[in-house]
């Protein structure tokens, strides 16, 4: 059996703050961050506190999000050296989704682009 990958493991929570810190950084704003969280898995403000309050993996914060945009397949570029579009692993894609869309986020793209309008 293949290991997962460390990322897969790690608690949202964790991940979270560094998400506002790389978007408020440039200005953006945590409602941004969030705004474009829902988007993506479909969590509203309450299932998002509740993941980050619960200590749940990146890995289960993405199986147990409500519904996946039918949009996400439109998030293409690179993000860590690979291209978002080209990802063969399902979990590892939808993590550099998230990962694009906050990156788009503090490089100022504005939010009709970012949540593919």
């Known amino acids: 059996m293949e290991k997962k990958p460390h990322i897969f493991a790690m608690p949202f929570g964790d ?6 810190a790389k ?6 704003t945590e409602a941004e961050v969030d705004e474009v969280i829902f988007w993506l898995t479909g969590y509203d403000a309450d299932g998002l506190k509740k993941q980050l309050d619960s200590g749940t993996s990146l890995e289960a914060f993405f199986e147990e999000a409500p519904r996946m945009n039918p949009n996400a397949s439109l998030i293409t570029g690179s993000i860590c050296g690979y291209r978002v579009e080209e990802i063969e692993d399902p979990m590892m894609q939808k993590i550099r989704w998230l990962d694009k869309l906050v990156d788009e986020l503090a490089k100022g793209k504005g939010m009709e682009k970012i949540l593919r309008k």
């Not at 978007?23 to 953006?28: H, I, L, T, V």
């Open 15 to 20: 991940i979270y703050p560094m998400y506002l």
């Open 23 to 28: 978007a408020e950084k440039k200005g953006r």
